[in-house]
C-alpha cells in the first residue's frame, strides 16, 4: 500500500496525529482511474490473497479483526460472514453491497465510492472470496448519479483487466460483480428491502427469519453488507487482526469515517480512530472546529437521524457502539449533525419525523399511520397548536412503533422523538402551554 | 389436512393449558381451531403470508422462539413454545395496531355496505379503544373509483393488508393491483389505471375485511344481517363449487364462494356469484309458472296440471314418427333415475332418450371454470342415460324432419341449446316444453314450468365424481310439480294409457 496519508474529505494540508488507511488513497489525483489506484497498491492484497491464502483463511482474518459494519447496525463483520452455508452447499451465493446511503447527514461511502472505487471493488472481491461468492450486487442509492458512473467505469475497467471475471488475476477464481441503481427510496438501504430492489421489486423490507445467509437474493444465500465495512478488508488481510485492533477500542476496533454537518466551522468527512469523543469531533480544530459564529451548542445528532438528539451535556461520550448505546442514541454511520442555540429542537424532531414519514414503505400499520401522526402532532406544536395531551400521546405512539414491525424504520422513526422528549421536555412544555394560554386568551 | 398423511404433534402451551399441536403448522391456524380469538386483517389462510398488518400478535415465552411479542401468521409451531393470547402486552399490542389503523380511516360504518360483517367491526369491538386521541384531520384519498365493470373501490376505507393484491399475484396468476406511492400516501391501484379484468374478481370483495372493494351488484342492497344464507352448490359447470347463496324477501341478493378445500378452496367464478338474477324472474320477467296447452286457436292456455300430464303421455305415445326425450343436465340424480324410468316403459325403437351433453364450451381455465357448461352430465351418464351431444341431436332431427315429437325437460336446456338446434326443432314437429322459461320455445304444444336448481333438493356428481348436496334457497311458487313427481305422474300416466293399449290389442286377438 501507499505511504501517503490522508484522514479528511475535503483533503487538508494538515497531518493527522493519528493512523489512517482508509482515506489514504482518496487525496491522489484521480485516484479513482485503475492505473493511479494500482500505482498506489489497488489490488496488492487480492492478488496475495488468491495466490496464498484459503477463503477460510479471509474471514478468520476479518472475524478476529472485530470489525463491526459500519452501515449503522454495527453486526460484527467476520461473524456475519460464517453465516453463510459450507461451501459443500450446492446453491449459488452472493454477496450484496450496501452503497444505498440515504440516512440524512451521511456521505462517507460517496467519497470512498467516487473517489477510490478500487478499494471498495478489491473488498468486495476479497469478502466473495473468502465466502466463496458467485457474483456480487452493489445496491448504489439514485441520487448518486456521479458516484455510479465513477463505479461503472471502475466495474468494467476491472473487468478489462482481468480483475473481475472469470479466472481472476489467474487464480482460478471466478467472481462478477453487478452494479444496481436504487430509484430514491430510503427504505431499500434496509438489508432485505435492498435485496428485495436489487431483485427488481418494489422494495419493501422482508421479514425475518428468514435471514439472508440463507434465503436471500433470488432466495439463495447471501450476506449484506456496507461500501465503509467492505473497504476495511483489505487492510485488515494485508496487515493483520492485531494492527487493526490497535486502533479504536477493544470492543469498537478500527477507524471509521465519520461526517460532521450542520451549524459547524468546518464540516467534512473525517477518519478517525472510534473511541474520540464528540466533543473532539465538534470542537477539535482538525475536524469541526467548533459552533459557527462561536455560538452555543443545542443538541447533536451522533449517528445519522435515527440515532436521536443529544444535549451539549453528553459531549464527552466516546465515539463507540456502547458507550453510544448507554446513552440511549447508538454509533449508526457515526455521521454527526450538530445544532446551535438559534435552533428550535421541536422543529428539528419535526423535520426527522417527516423524513420517516416521507420514507416509510407503508407494509406495517404502526409505522405507516404512526410516522405521519407523530409529524402531524409535531408540526401543530411547531406552530403553537399544541394540546396538553400531546406529549404523552407522542410517547405512547413511540412505544407502539417499537419492536413491531418487519423491518426496524418504525423504531428509528420513535427513537429521535423519545430522545428529543427525555432531554428537551422543557422545551416541549413551553409550546404547550403557551399554545393552552392562546387558546383560553 | 388429509387423514392419511400422519401428523408428528408437539406439545405446547396456549394460555397456560397444554395442547397437542401439528408440529411445523401455522401458529394462528391452531390458536384459531382451539377456540381462541386471534384478531387479524392481512392473513388469510388461501393466500402467502404478509405479516404486515401486524394485528394477529401474541406474546412467547418459550425458550424455543424469541420471547416477547411474535406475529402469529408467520410462526410455525415449534417444540417447547409457551404462547399468551390474552397478556397486557398483547392487548396493548393490538389496541396500538386499531389505533393507528382507525386514526384515517373515514368511520363510514352508517352508509358502508360492509358494517355487520366488517373485520375493522369486529376487531375494534374486541380489541380496540373507545375513543379516539388523534386531533388531526383525517387523510383523504378517492372514493368510489370505478374498477370496472364490477367492482367498485373506496381508498379511503382501505387499510392496505393488500390480501386483494395477494389474490391477483398468486391465486389468478395474473397481477392487477397494486399498491402505489409509500407510507401514508400508499394507495391501491389497477396498473395503469385500467380497469378489472378475468372471471375471479368478486373474490377480492370476500377478501376485504373493510368495504373498500364493494360489489357493484350488491352495493346499498341489503345489511347483511338481513340475509338468509343456504349451503348449496353452484350449477353453472361441473366444478360444482360450494357456495352460501343468500336471500332477502325471496330473492337472491348474493352468492359467495363456500371452503371446500378439495373442490374450489375458498374461491369461485364471477359467473356463478352473478349470474343469478334468472333465479330470482317471475311471472312477469317471463317465468313458466304454470301448465299451457295450446287451444284450437293456435294459442297456449292455461290447463290443469293432471290434463297437461295426460296429453303430454298422449303425445309421447305415437306410432307416427320419431320420439325424442332430451333431459337438461342441470337435473339432479334423483330426476336422472326418475326420467330414466319414465324412457324405458317407451318402445326403444321408435325413441331417442337421453340427456343433453353440451358442447365443450371454451370457457375453462385452470382455476376453477370446467369447459362444461352444466353441472351433472357426469352423474346422469352414471344413472345409464345416454349421453346425446349437439350432432347427434342434429341429424335425428334432421332425419326427421316434420314428423317428429321432441319432449325437452328440466332447467337450463333452453339456455344449452345453440340457435341451429332451436331452430331445427322449429321445425321438427311439435314440441313438447317443460321447463323455466317459454321465451326461446313460444311454438310449444304443451308449456309445463319446471323448477330452478335455487328451489330443489337433490344430488349432483361434479366432473370429478364427488357427490355433492344441492338445497333449496328459494321456495318454489306453489303450481309448479317437482320436477320428480312429474315424471313420476307422468309415468303413471304412461303406464296406463300403455296397459290400455295392450289390453286393447288382446282383447282385439281374441275377438
Same mark, same amino acid.
Request: hydrophobic content about 35%.
Given at each position: 500500500?501507499?505511504?501517503?496519508?490522508?484522514?479528511?474529505?475535503?483533503?487538508?494540508? *494538515? !497531518?493527522?496525529?493519528?493512523? *489512517?488507511?482508509?482515506?489514504? #488513497?482518496?487525496?491522489?489525483?484521480?485516484?479513482?482511474?485503475?492505473?493511479?489506484? #494500482?500505482?498506489?497498491?489497488?489490488?496488492?492484497?487480492?492478488?496475495?490473497?488468491?495466490?496464498?491464502?484459503?477463503?477460510?483463511?479471509?474471514?478468520?482474518?476479518?472475524?478476529?479483526?472485530?470489525?463491526?459494519?459500519?452501515?449503522?447496525?454495527?453486526?460484527?463483520?467476520?461473524?456475519?460472514?460464517?453465516?453463510?452455508?459450507?461451501?459443500?452447499?450446492?446453491?449459488?451465493?452472493?454477496?450484496?453491497?450496501?452503497?444505498?446511503?440515504?440516512?440524512?447527514?451521511?456521505?462517507?461511502?460517496?467519497?470512498?465510492?467516487?473517489?477510490?472505487?478500487?478499494?471498495?471493488?478489491?473488498?468486495?472481491?476479497?469478502?466473495?472470496?473468502?465466502?466463496?461468492?458467485?457474483?456480487?450486487?452493489?445496491?448504489?442509492?439514485?441520487?448518486?448519479?456521479?458516484?455510479?458512473?465513477?463505479?461503472?467505469?471502475?466495474?468494467?475497467?476491472?473487468?478489462?483487466?482481468?480483475?473481475?471475471?472469470?479466472?481472476?488475476?489467474?487464480?482460478?477464481?471466478?467472481?462478477?460483480?453487478?452494479?444496481? #441503481?436504487?430509484?430514491?427510496?430510503?427504505?431499500?438501504?434496509?438489508?432485505?428491502?435492498?435485496?428485495?430492489?436489487?431483485?427488481?421489486?418494489? $422494495?419493501?423490507?422482508?421479514?425475518?427469519?428468514?435471514?439472508?445467509?440463507?434465503? $436471500?437474493?433470488?432466495? !439463495?444465500?447471501? *450476506?449484506?453488507?456496507?461500501?465503509?465495512?467492505?473497504?476495511?478488508?483489505?487492510?485488515?488481510?494485508?496487515? $493483520?487482526?492485531?494492527?487493526?485492533?490497535?486502533?479504536?477500542?477493544?470492543?469498537?476496533?478500527?477507524?471509521?469515517?465519520?461526517?460532521?454537518?450542520?451549524?459547524?466551522?468546518?464540516?467534512?468527512?473525517?477518519?478517525?480512530?472510534?473511541?474520540?469523543?464528540?466533543?473532539?469531533?465538534?470542537? $477539535?480544530?482538525?475536524?469541526?472546529?467548533?459552533?459557527?459564529?462561536?455560538?452555543?451548542?443545542?443538541?447533536?445528532?451522533?449517528?445519522?437521524?435515527?440515532?436521536?438528539?443529544?444535549?451539549?451535556?453528553?459531549?464527552?461520550?466516546? &465515539?463507540?457502539?456502547?458507550?453510544?448505546?448507554?446513552?440511549?442514541?447508538?454509533?449508526?454511520?457515526?455521521?454527526?449533525?450538530?445544532?446551535?442555540?438559534?435552533?428550535?429542537?421541536? !422543529?428539528?424532531? #419535526?423535520?426527522?419525523?417527516?423524513?420517516?414519514?416521507?420514507?416509510?414503505?407503508?407494509?406495517?400499520?404502526?409505522?405507516?399511520?404512526? *410516522?405521519?401522526?407523530?409529524?402531524?402532532?409535531?408540526?401543530?406544536?411547531?406552530?403553537?397548536?399544541?394540546?396538553?395531551?400531546?406529549?404523552?400521546?407522542? &410517547?405512547?405512539?413511540?412505544?407502539?412503533?417499537?419492536?413491531?414491525?418487519?423491518?426496524?424504520?418504525?423504531?428509528?422513526?420513535?427513537?429521535?422523538?423519545?430522545?428529543?422528549?427525555?432531554?428537551?421536555?422543557?422545551?416541549?412544555?413551553?409550546?404547550?402551554?403557551?399554545?393552552?394560554?392562546?387558546?383560553?386568551? | 389436512?388429509?387423514?392419511?398423511?400422519?401428523?408428528?404433534?408437539?406439545?405446547?402451551?396456549?394460555?397456560?393449558?397444554?395442547?397437542?399441536?401439528?408440529?411445523?403448522?401455522?401458529?394462528?391456524? %391452531? /390458536?384459531?381451531?382451539?377456540?381462541?380469538?386471534?384478531?387479524?386483517?392481512?392473513?388469510?389462510?388461501?393466500?402467502?403470508?404478509?405479516?404486515?398488518?401486524?394485528?394477529?400478535?401474541?406474546?412467547?415465552?418459550?425458550?424455543?422462539?424469541?420471547?416477547?411479542?411474535?406475529?402469529?401468521?408467520?410462526?410455525?409451531?415449534?417444540?417447547?413454545?409457551?404462547? /399468551?393470547?390474552?397478556?397486557?402486552?398483547?392487548?396493548?399490542?393490538?389496541?396500538?395496531?386499531?389505533?393507528?389503523?382507525?386514526?384515517?380511516?373515514?368511520?363510514?360504518?352508517?352508509?358502508?355496505?360492509?358494517?355487520?360483517?366488517?373485520?375493522?367491526?369486529?376487531?375494534?369491538?374486541?380489541?380496540?379503544?373507545?375513543?379516539?386521541?388523534?386531533?388531526?384531520?383525517?387523510?383523504?384519498?378517492?372514493?368510489?373509483?370505478?374498477?370496472?365493470?364490477?367492482?367498485?373501490?373506496?381508498?379511503?376505507?382501505?387499510?392496505?393488508?393488500?390480501?386483494?393484491?395477494?389474490?391477483?399475484?398468486?391465486?389468478?396468476?395474473?397481477?392487477?393491483?397494486?399498491?402505489?406511492?409509500?407510507?401514508?400516501?400508499?394507495?391501491?391501484?389497477?396498473?395503469?389505471?385500467?380497469?378489472?379484468?378475468?372471471?375471479?374478481?368478486?373474490?377480492?370483495?370476500?377478501? @376485504?375485511?373493510?368495504?373498500?372493494?364493494?360489489?357493484?351488484?350488491?352495493?346499498?342492497?341489503?345489511?347483511?344481517?338481513?340475509?338468509?344464507?343456504?349451503?348449496?352448490?353452484?350449477?353453472?359447470?361441473?366444478?360444482?363449487?360450494?357456495?352460501?347463496?343468500?336471500?332477502?324477501?325471496?330473492?337472491?341478493?348474493?352468492?359467495?364462494?363456500?371452503?371446500?378445500?378439495?373442490?374450489?378452496?375458498?374461491?369461485? @367464478?364471477?359467473?356463478?356469484?352473478?349470474?343469478?338474477?334468472?333465479?330470482?324472474?317471475?311471472?312477469?320477467?317471463?317465468?313458466?309458472?304454470?301448465?299451457?296447452?295450446?287451444?284450437?286457436?293456435?294459442?297456449?292456455?292455461? =290447463?290443469?296440471?293432471?290434463?297437461?300430464?295426460?296429453?303430454?303421455?298422449?303425445?309421447?305415445?305415437?306410432?307416427?314418427?320419431?320420439?325424442?326425450?332430451?333431459?337438461?343436465?342441470?337435473?339432479?340424480?334423483?330426476?336422472?333415475?326418475?326420467?330414466?324410468?319414465?324412457?324405458?316403459?317407451?318402445?326403444?325403437?321408435?325413441?331417442?332418450?337421453? %340427456?343433453?351433453?353440451?358442447?365443450?364450451?371454451?370457457?375453462?381455465?385452470?382455476?376453477?371454470?370446467?369447459?362444461?357448461?352444466?353441472?351433472? @352430465?357426469?352423474?346422469?351418464?352414471?344413472?345409464?342415460?345416454?349421453?346425446?351431444?349437439?350432432?347427434?341431436?342434429?341429424?335425428? /332431427?334432421?332425419?326427421?324432419?316434420?314428423?317428429?315429437?321432441?319432449?325437452?325437460?328440466?332447467?337450463?336446456?333452453?339456455?344449452?341449446?345453440?340457435?341451429?338446434?332451436?331452430?331445427?326443432?322449429?321445425?321438427?314437429?311439435?314440441?313438447?316444453?317443460?321447463?323455466?322459461? /317459454?321465451?326461446?320455445?313460444?311454438?310449444?304444444?304443451?308449456?309445463?314450468?319446471?323448477?330452478?336448481?335455487?328451489?330443489?333438493?337433490?344430488?349432483?356428481?361434479?366432473?370429478?365424481?364427488?357427490?355433492?348436496?344441492?338445497?333449496?334457497?328459494?321456495?318454489?311458487?306453489?303450481?309448479?310439480?317437482?320436477?320428480?313427481?312429474?315424471? =313420476? =305422474?307422468?309415468?303413471?300416466?304412461?303406464?296406463?294409457?300403455?296397459?290400455?293399449?295392450?289390453?286393447?290389442?288382446?282383447?282385439? =286377438?281374441?275377438?
Amino acid at each position: 500500500m501507499s505511504a501517503s496519508t490522508n484522514y479528511s474529505w475535503p483533503p487538508r494540508e *494538515t !497531518q493527522p496525529d493519528h493512523e *489512517t488507511y482508509l482515506f489514504n #488513497r482518496v487525496a491522489i489525483e484521480n485516484s479513482h482511474l485503475l492505473d493511479v489506484a #494500482r500505482q498506489h497498491g489497488a489490488y496488492g492484497v487480492l492478488e496475495e490473497s488468491l495466490s496464498n491464502k484459503k477463503p477460510g483463511e479471509v474471514t478468520a482474518l476479518v472475524k478476529d479483526s472485530g470489525l463491526r459494519g459500519r452501515g449503522g447496525a454495527g453486526f460484527p463483520c467476520g461473524f456475519k460472514w460464517t453465516f453463510m452455508p459450507k461451501f459443500d452447499d450446492p446453491r449459488p451465493r452472493y454477496l450484496a453491497v450496501n452503497a444505498d446511503e440515504s440516512e440524512p447527514g451521511t456521505c462517507k461511502d460517496r467519497v470512498l465510492i467516487r473517489e477510490d472505487p478500487h478499494l471498495l471493488i478489491e473488498g468486495i472481491l476479497l469478502a466473495c472470496y473468502a465466502m466463496q461468492c458467485q457474483g456480487a450486487y452493489i445496491f448504489i442509492r439514485g441520487e448518486y448519479k456521479n458516484e455510479c458512473m465513477v463505479l461503472q467505469k471502475a466495474i468494467e475497467d476491472a473487468y478489462a483487466a482481468g480483475l473481475i471475471g472469470k479466472d481472476i488475476m489467474g487464480k482460478g477464481f471466478d467472481c462478477d460483480v453487478h452494479l444496481t #441503481r436504487g430509484a430514491g427510496a430510503y427504505i431499500c438501504g434496509e438489508e432485505t428491502a435492498l435485496m428485495e430492489a436489487i431483485e427488481g421489486k418494489r $422494495g419493501h423490507p422482508r421479514p425475518k427469519p428468514p435471514f439472508p445467509a440463507g434465503f $436471500g437474493l433470488w432466495g !439463495q444465500p447471501t *450476506t449484506v453488507n456496507n461500501v465503509e465495512t467492505l473497504c476495511n478488508v483489505p487492510f485488515i488481510v494485508e496487515k $493483520g487482526p492485531d494492527w487493526f485492533k490497535s486502533m479504536g477500542t477493544e470492543a469498537s476496533a478500527g477507524n471509521v469515517l465519520s461526517g460532521i454537518s450542520g451549524h459547524v466551522k468546518t464540516p467534512g468527512v473525517f477518519e478517525v480512530p472510534l473511541g474520540i469523543t464528540l466533543r473532539e469531533l465538534i470542537y $477539535g480544530e482538525a475536524y469541526g472546529g467548533g459552533i459557527r459564529d462561536d455560538k452555543q451548542l443545542l443538541a447533536f445528532l451522533p449517528g445519522g437521524s435515527s440515532s436521536g438528539f443529544l444535549p451539549a451535556t453528553e459531549l464527552d461520550t466516546p &465515539l463507540t457502539h456502547d458507550d453510544l448505546k448507554s446513552k440511549g442514541s447508538m454509533l449508526g454511520t457515526a455521521s454527526v449533525i450538530v445544532l446551535d442555540e438559534d435552533a428550535d429542537i421541536i !422543529q428539528a424532531t #419535526r423535520i426527522l419525523t417527516e423524513f420517516y414519514m416521507d420514507e416509510s414503505c407503508g407494509q406495517c400499520s404502526q409505522c405507516r399511520e404512526g *410516522t405521519s401522526w407523530l409529524s402531524e402532532i409535531l408540526e401543530r406544536l411547531e406552530h403553537g397548536k399544541g394540546h396538553p395531551d400531546d406529549i404523552e400521546t407522542m &410517547l405512547e405512539l413511540c412505544l407502539q412503533m417499537k419492536g413491531k414491525t418487519i423491518c426496524v424504520l418504525s423504531d428509528a422513526a420513535a427513537w429521535p422523538i423519545e430522545l428529543a422528549i427525555k432531554h428537551f421536555r422543557p422545551a416541549f412544555e413551553k409550546a404547550i402551554t403557551a399554545a393552552t394560554e392562546e387558546a383560553v386568551r | 389436512m388429509s387423514e392419511t398423511q400422519e401428523v408428528q404433534t408437539t406439545k405446547i402451551l396456549i394460555d397456560g393449558v397444554e395442547h397437542d399441536a401439528p408440529l411445523g403448522g401455522r401458529l394462528i391456524d %391452531f /390458536l384459531q381451531d382451539i377456540g381462541k380469538i386471534i384478531p387479524h386483517f392481512c392473513y388469510h389462510p388461501g393466500l402467502p403470508v404478509d405479516a404486515s398488518c401486524r394485528q394477529c400478535q401474541v406474546e412467547s415465552k418459550g425458550k424455543s422462539s424469541k420471547p416477547g411479542l411474535i406475529v402469529s401468521c408467520r410462526e410455525t409451531i415449534v417444540e417447547g413454545m409457551d404462547i /399468551l393470547t390474552q397478556s397486557k402486552p398483547v392487548e396493548e399490542a393490538r389496541a396500538g395496531v386499531m389505533e393507528f389503523l382507525l386514526k384515517n380511516h373515514p368511520l363510514d360504518c352508517p352508509i358502508c355496505d360492509k358494517a355487520g360483517e366488517c373485520t375493522l367491526q369486529d376487531n375494534a369491538y374486541e380489541t380496540g379503544q373507545d375513543h379516539g386521541r388523534s386531533h388531526e384531520d383525517r387523510h383523504h384519498f378517492p372514493k368510489r373509483k370505478d374498477l370496472g365493470e364490477k367492482i367498485l373501490l373506496d381508498n379511503e376505507r382501505c387499510i392496505l393488508c393488500r390480501r386483494c393484491i395477494r389474490f391477483f399475484d398468486h391465486v389468478t396468476g395474473e397481477s392487477q393491483l397494486k399498491v402505489s406511492d409509500r407510507g401514508e400516501r400508499s394507495i391501491l391501484e389497477t396498473f395503469f389505471d385500467e380497469p378489472l379484468h378475468g372471471n375471479y374478481q368478486g373474490n377480492i370483495v370476500d377478501l @376485504c375485511p373493510v368495504g373498500a372493494l364493494t360489489l357493484k351488484h350488491f352495493r346499498f342492497k341489503s345489511r347483511p344481517w338481513f340475509l338468509h344464507p343456504t349451503h348449496t352448490i353452484c350449477g353453472s359447470c361441473s366444478r360444482g363449487c360450494n357456495t352460501v347463496v343468500e336471500v332477502r324477501d325471496g330473492k337472491i341478493l348474493r352468492i359467495r364462494p363456500r371452503y371446500n378445500e378439495d373442490v374450489n378452496g375458498y374461491w369461485m @367464478c364471477d359467473e356463478g356469484r352473478l349470474d343469478f338474477d334468472i333465479y330470482n324472474q317471475g311471472v312477469e320477467e317471463g317465468r313458466l309458472e304454470e301448465a299451457m296447452v295450446l287451444g284450437p286457436d293456435g294459442q297456449l292456455h292455461r =290447463a290443469k296440471m293432471q290434463d297437461a300430464i295426460d296429453k303430454l303421455a298422449e303425445a309421447l305415445v305415437t306410432d307416427s314418427g320419431k320420439v325424442i326425450l332430451l333431459l337438461s343436465p342441470w337435473a339432479t340424480q334423483e330426476e336422472g333415475e326418475a326420467f330414466h324410468r319414465l324412457v324405458s316403459t317407451l318402445d326403444p325403437k321408435n325413441v331417442l332418450a337421453g %340427456f343433453y351433453q353440451p358442447t365443450q364450451s371454451g370457457k375453462g381455465d385452470d382455476l376453477l371454470r370446467t369447459d362444461e357448461d352444466a353441472p351433472n @352430465c357426469r352423474g346422469l351418464r352414471e344413472t345409464g342415460l345416454e349421453a346425446i351431444d349437439e350432432g347427434r341431436l342434429a341429424t335425428t /332431427l334432421e332425419d326427421n324432419l316434420g314428423s317428429s315429437t321432441v319432449f325437452l325437460t328440466g332447467f337450463g336446456l333452453d339456455e344449452l341449446l345453440p340457435d341451429t338446434i332451436k331452430l331445427r326443432i322449429k321445425g321438427a314437429g311439435q314440441l313438447l316444453f317443460h321447463g323455466f322459461r /317459454l321465451a326461446h320455445f313460444p311454438f310449444s304444444k304443451i308449456a309445463m314450468p319446471a323448477m330452478s336448481p335455487m328451489e330443489k333438493n337433490g344430488y349432483w356428481i361434479n366432473q370429478e365424481g364427488r357427490k355433492q348436496y344441492l338445497r333449496p334457497a328459494l321456495q318454489a311458487p306453489g303450481t309448479i310439480l317437482e320436477d320428480v313427481a312429474l315424471y =313420476a =305422474a307422468l309415468y303413471a300416466a304412461l303406464d296406463a294409457r300403455l296397459n290400455s293399449q295392450k289390453d286393447l290389442a288382446g282383447e282385439g =286377438a281374441q275377438a
